[in-house]
C-alpha cells in the first residue's frame, strides 16, 4: 500500500519559516507531478502549488506565490514544502498529495494522500 508521510508540523511565531516534508513509501511515485494541499479550521482544502514529475515545471496559488517552495529529493523519496514569512491565516493541516498524472496536479486528479501535519501560525 502507498503511503504518504507528512512531517514537520508545529507551533510557530508569525513571520517565521518552517519547512514540510512528505516521505513517500514507493519511489516510483516520485516521478508523478506531485505537491501540497492545505485545510484551515472550518474551511475546505485548497489546492497550494505542485511540481512535475520531471521537477522542471511548478504551480502555485496566487496566495502561496512568492512565499511557499515546493520541491522533490528522489534519493530520499520526499517531497518538501518551504514556507516563509507565516501568517496566521496559514494555520491549517498540510496534506501532501500525489496526481495520476506525471504533468499536472490538481484536486481533481489526486492519486494518493497523505494523512496531514498541523501547522499553527500563533501571533
Known amino acids: 500500500q502507498v503511503q504518504l508521510v507528512e512531517t514537520g508540523g508545529g507551533l510557530v511565531q508569525t513571520g517565521s519559516s518552517r519547512t514540510l516534508s512528505c516521505v513517500v513509501s514507493e519511489p516510483s511515485i516520485m516521478d508523478y507531478a506531485m505537491g501540497w494541499f492545505r485545510q484551515g479550521p472550518g474551511k475546505e482544502r485548497e489546492f497550494i502549488g505542485a511540481?512535475?514529475?520531471?521537477?522542471?515545471?511548478?504551480n502555485y496559488a496566487d496566495f502561496a506565490r512568492g512565499r511557499f517552495a515546493i520541491s522533490r529529493d528522489k534519493a530520499e523519496n520526499a517531497l518538501h514544502l518551504q514556507m516563509y514569512n507565516l501568517k496566521p491565516e496559514d494555520t491549517a493541516v498540510y496534506y501532501c498529495a500525489a496526481a495520476a498524472s506525471h504533468a499536472l496536479l490538481t484536486p481533481r486528479n489526486v492519486r494518493y494522500w497523505g494523512q496531514g501535519t498541523q501547522v499553527t501560525v500563533s501571533s
Open positions: 511540481i512535475n514529475g520531471i521537477g522542471n515545471s511548478w
